[in-house]
């Protein structure tokens, strides 16, 4: 399957990066106003205030989130005086060096896929320089770090055999108080075994399966990228408000057989889709691929998925999918090819900011995108201002001699800085204490106070039933007077 970051999905999602410059942004509007007009919108200013308000998860959502346990990890005990430690043993504890998991991703067939990843910095710098810079001010919320490292690619025959390694490193040869970052893939026997050996995971990813799926692992937060169901129902909504889906139009949903896509579209999106009145011309599902070699035979597939739609009269292409980039990639080079240009509605799993340079022009003026993600999803100059967690990210790197000026170096710095600021606010609210338990109920207890360096305004929110944290969108589509994507005015909430 075309899908979990093989190296075109490392270089269409994880590597489209940016952060922020000082330009301007276009004036924004809540969704439902009219935006079928493609211009940039002139009068740039930034926006202040109170964001389109972010509704509730899907109803019926399961909690993902664990209460603290009872005894000296617990929220309470570390705060108090009393209890059976003294002071002295309680400012030991939270003190003490802790180890800490990142994994890092190795993009040896991106070539192979004629990606092209940019990087002038690695993400190995990236850890290095952060860890280093912690240390140098006491550590992590006062606890010195430990790193240990584990090594995946998405060119691996493997991809479950390189995350039980990095599982059994993690948690067997040594023993990480959390891990934090990126990882390329949802792999649920990876999540299943720091869950049982109660290891908080604050991931990056933009493999982020459903409901169902996420239930089951209540020590994961998905940072960067809403559950499979809110993001499928903003692309609608988004297409809806902007008048690219309307009553006449002819979907094809190419869907997967991985974790929680085939439930997500049977229990959520394809009823929700029917409910809008919108016509499901055709629907292709892949398969779910466990390593390089199965990725070449399902991009193969194109072919047959443009013959399918095409028959059945499809005008507009949606990707209800755990990858969307790579499908884009392939499909869109494919159809140009066959002489097809149909419309196509994607989120920011789709990273339009390399697109704009990877597929062709005809192609790239067809995608409408509904992104919360500036960093996957614009070019530099349209970056909105830098605000202050990214400029304290930056400023930790250059300290260390680290300087990103690529749009892959940033993807590589956010998405790390990230992790661990959000570590580090929750365990300045469990006064150090590192217990998994503890750890998740400060994370849901942050609400919408942390300022992300990701997220579109720097917007993220977090519940006791919702762990995964974008709540808000904007519209991007293809400007052909700088043959890039841009921001426009709509704004989608991710409800």
Known sequence: MIRRGVGAAVALALLAAACGSTVNRPRQTAVGASDKGLAPEPGAASVGGQAAAAGPGPQGAATPGAAPANGGGTLASTSGSGGSRSAAQRTAAANRPIELGFVRTGVSNAAAF???????????????ALVAAFNDGGGI?????????????TG?????ADYAAACAKFTQDHHVAAVLGYVFAHEPAFESCLSQKGVPHLSTTTAVPDTAELVKYPLLFALSTPRMERRSIEKIDGG???GILTKTSRLGIMTDSCPGTQKAWTGTTRPYIEAKGLTIASVFELGCAHGAGDVSTEAGQAGNLILQFRTAGVDRVLFMAVSEGPPTFVVANAAEAQGWHPLYVLSSLAGTAVLAGQIPPDQAANVHEYGWLPMLDV???????????QQRCISMLKKKGINPSSAADYSYAFNVCDAMFVYEAALKATAGSTDGPSVVAAVEALGSSYVSAMMLDGRSKFTHSQHDAPYLARY?????????????QTLVPIT
């Open 114 to 128: 004629g990606a092209s990843i940019g990087n002038t910095i690695t993400e190995a710098d990236v850890d290095a």
């Open 141 to 153: 919320a006062g606890h010195p770090i430990v790193p240990v490292y584990a090594d995946t690619d």
């Open 156 to 160: 691996s025959a493997s991809w479950d």
């Open 240 to 242: 809806l408000a902007t």
């Open 379 to 389: 070019n530099p100059p349209q970056w909105p201002p830098t605000n202050a967690t």
């Open 476 to 488: 991007v589509a293809w400007d052909g007077g700088c043959s890039c994507f841009t921001y426009r």
